[in-house]
């Protein structure tokens, strides 16, 4: 894709625009209560300490499975843990070419992180077939978190590449709410 540069210009402002009206935000939100979360958690999202709404799996590791699903459960938690290193790392990345402006680099992160993402949502469809009823809901949660993952990145890229910021917006939204559901999750698992 070859842009012309007032066409990269437009880009890198709708970019820019869609992160500091989200950050912006989410600083507006006041409560006495909130407290930071655990340190695995990213800073935007450690400002505010919700209710875990995952916490019901902590039972998970009370139960006894047949060999099969301790398999699994062993893999899944593995995969769960490897999306959460997947969003951080594109985290990361991202703020690093924000200040370089390396705006290629940046697509080219969001695009590994979407196609990764992808691969681990289809391989959770597929290959992941517990018998335990606690591991078939973790199995659709952690789906669903996924699923909205990789469609907030599809939204993301296909608004930067059309120059449509509400697109752009609304896949920003879409992942800023799953990487929080998942950083969730994976406090739950951590402390199993």
Known sequence: MKLLPFQLVLLISIVFTGVILFSLKDTTIENENLQ?????????????????????????????????????????????????QVAKELDFLLKEYETTDAFDGAMEAMIIAYEENLKLLRETQTTFDPKD????????????????????????????????????????????????????????????
Do not use: C, H, W
Request: charge should be negative; hydrophobic fraction near 30%; proline fraction near 2%.
């Open 36 to 84: 930071p979360m655990e340190d695995s958690i990213p800073e935007e999202l450690a400002k505010y300490n919700t209710e875990n709404k995952y916490s019901n799996f902590e039972v998970l590791y009370e139960l006894s499975f047949n060999e099969n699903d301790q398999e699994l459960f062993t893999s899944l938690i593995k995969q769960i843990k490897l999306s959460n």
């Open 133 to 192: 009823q606690t591991l078939v809901k973790l199995k659709n949660e952690y789906k669903q978190i996924l699923s909205q993952y990789t469609d907030g990145l599809r939204l993301q890229l296909s608004g930067i590449e059309n120059g449509d910021a509400k697109k752009f917006q609304e896949g920003y939204g879409f992942t800023t709410e799953s990487k929080e559901n998942l950083f969730q999750l994976i406090k739950v698992i951590n402390k199993g």
